[in-house]
């Protein structure tokens, strides 16, 4: 088990990528916010008709995905070729859920910027709301699945289809190429 | 409850707090991470001699931090005064928390300043891991206190001292100004 | 007259503006977009339903104002206090009608911040258009109106109350502090 | 007539050029500001000898092009192989005309680089004038011309060879690969 | 002796800064750049006719100082006052010598600003030469002088007057505030 | 000779690389930083157990390396595929000696991201290591090795083998490629 950030000192570098193929590359990551059962209808309410939280945050969850590299330090700097984000309101728990799926044809996964994505995204949420609700939660944030690029696809074993999970195994494989 | 972030119309926009005073304010976030217990020793390790995962993830929360502004739509800038953030392993859990403690004087709280602090230390811990570990798991993130200002002081009630929760009320405390 | 950004050399600078009085100040900037009818009636059918331009490009607006140091080479770096964009579609004209009002409180004026949001906006919805209609024309971007710090209000002559203009004065004028 | 930077439930997204080639990809587009005789003098002055405020929007125009995909939401990252501006005086109408050129291998087209190229640096214009005329008036930004990719070459029919437009169909070409 | 930046475990940190006045502060700061006569000559002829190596320099160094808390992991934001950058060709010793002037009313010293300004500005040279010549050597970037704030005023010992060093302390001290 | 970055008219531009060919490039930048005796002992003594300046300075250097682009006007943004900071104590010397070595696969040369790396490393010592001595010096900074590409390889005939510079040229070359 390698932690591959470091060099053989132990010093942190960006590893050498330069050997890699070029290939297709696509990472799904998921997280929550929960919230009280007031501030969610605010939510609900507001994506219906006006005060669209969930607007704003998928703008920010979009342009916070596409700075992964100015954020994390030792991430490899890429170009996404596809990146969407999609909400899912789980009344019955208090919570929103976020999906994350970015995509490119690069050397390195992009796992990273699916995860920073989620949470750039459920950070506005919890700014757009925090009026409302100071404690708030987020949690249940990682990456659901991982495919393309050297290493063999990666399902998280914790996403699975079930009660009250709206990107099930189902919805995480609609959008998939071919 | 208002979601003031909405004009009257339901428009998003950056509120006015012109009229606000320049007071000193503190916000102090928590978050934690989940890993399995071989990769929290590799990260132990790294820490005492080389490898060193966590400093890492302390710059790279501190630099999140001040740009805050850019990656939350609605949030307006300032100028922190101070930003630290301090690391726990819990190794019975399996887990590295978070807590990073963000001032200023302004006319605006610094929670969104600290829970990004946290959330993108996270993020690099994630990162720096993930060859070793693609299972973890983000979560408790939340605002565990927050000071200064109009609003009285806020103390979230899930942040309790107890057993195994190194960032105990105690500890939040000690850096407190007078 | 005088091109204040250059010293008696005629280099460059960032004038000096330690000496000047923190005070309130704000600026109101307008601008358009003129596209097909066909073009302009989805963009009026997205903001009610799905396919919100608007709010996308609002959220872009706002984020652009508050880099607007980073863009423009001479400007003062500066925390904006308040930030806003209302759009106005004027669909007897074929256009799209930006007003974007920004606030601070600080040593200079705030005209480039509206300015930036304008066209940040503007841009935003031009590249959410662009499939529909390449022709597009951004125009009419200017400075509507300038208040506080020690030089006199400033009210552009172009900028009247008038048939079709939703952001006439009395518009303008409705958010102003006493 | 699709507004493709939604998806089929009408939510934002950076759409998928995955499979699209890497292909030459070119965009040309212009804008103008207008002002005060005595202003346009001024910048005029200034370019021969000193205060050279075009070369300072150059720098400016370029260097914010570069960030497109960083102040437009849905705009997908890409790296720039080219990218040059011109200014042109037109003393007769009062105006300065910017155009800017942008080149890429990738698989999206750069008309929004070129347009962020031409408004940043007349912004920058502003700026630097908005001493001596704080009625200037930036307009008449659009694309001129479009080429590689798949689609066919796109020439805006308003961009002709004119009186006092110096950057005439001929000049457009000139720099044209083969 | 102290290592500020740490705290009592020897953590990074942004040190607090929140006690302390706002005043008037200012930093000035040198650095140099060797080339080929050749070089040189390119550069001293473009300044005066065309190829503005300087003018682009001075952009990005004004630009680069407003970026200097992105930059330098524990620095602290701050909104600079005044920036100014000055070029002394010194044809004898094959070098261009640059000085950056920051000013600021903060809680902090802006040396970093200074030199930052500094440091991107020769870059900013080295990468406009480096055509011409790929031996340029950049070097003795120090801080020449640091006034306000608390601690006395700072004059480097090695920044004097002296045959060939145009920004000798009479220069320096030439814009001084009263 | 020609400076590139300039067009026949004299003006600034990104040079045009879209025909270049996507190759293995790669740069080694050095560069120092003097410092009282005492000043390096404290960093020698934060290396070994707590206060972790080059730890600090290694993270900033790689991040600042990312930001080449946004930072240097005309260079061309670029991926890079690996990018590695090591440090030098130079005890006699009273000076700290930082190599930055960077790589892509791309159209450009790496040469500008290894000198970013290494003022931004530099620039980061100083800042952490102020508070202890303000006469600092930073210098000796230039490309030791440029290799890749279509012209030949650069190696800078004052970096050699010798006493005290332990980035000798046998160093330089362990990590080639083959």
Not at 18 to 42: F, P, Q
Not at 62 to 68: D, L, S
Not at 130 to 140: L, P, S
Request: proline share 2%.
């Amino acid at each position: 088990m390698e932690l591959t950030h470091f060099d053989d000192q132990g010093n942190a570098w960006m590893v050498d990528v330069g050997g890699k193929e070029d290939t297709w590359r696509e990472a799904v990551a998921v997280g929550s916010i929960s919230m009280t059962r007031e501030c969610l209808e605010r939510v609900k309410a507001g994506s219906l008709a006006k005060g669209d939280v969930l607007g704003v945050a998928r703008v920010a969850g979009i342009m916070g995905a596409k700075r992964t590299s100015e954020l994390i330090p030792l991430c490899h700097p890429l170009n996404l070729t596809k990146l969407s984000l999609d909400f899912s309101l789980r009344e019955e728990a208090g919570e929103i859920q976020v999906m994350c799926r970015a995509q490119t044809r690069g050397k390195t996964g992009v796992e990273m910027e699916a995860l920073t994505g989620v949470t750039v995204a459920l950070l506005t949420i919890y700014d757009m709301c925090k009026a409302a609700d100071k404690a708030m939660e987020i949690g249940q944030v990682y990456l659901a699945e991982k495919r393309g690029g050297k290493s063999k696809t990666f399902r998280n074993e914790k996403h699975k289809a079930g009660e009250g999970n709206l990107f099930h195994r189902g919805s995480l494989r609609k959008k998939e190429e071919p």
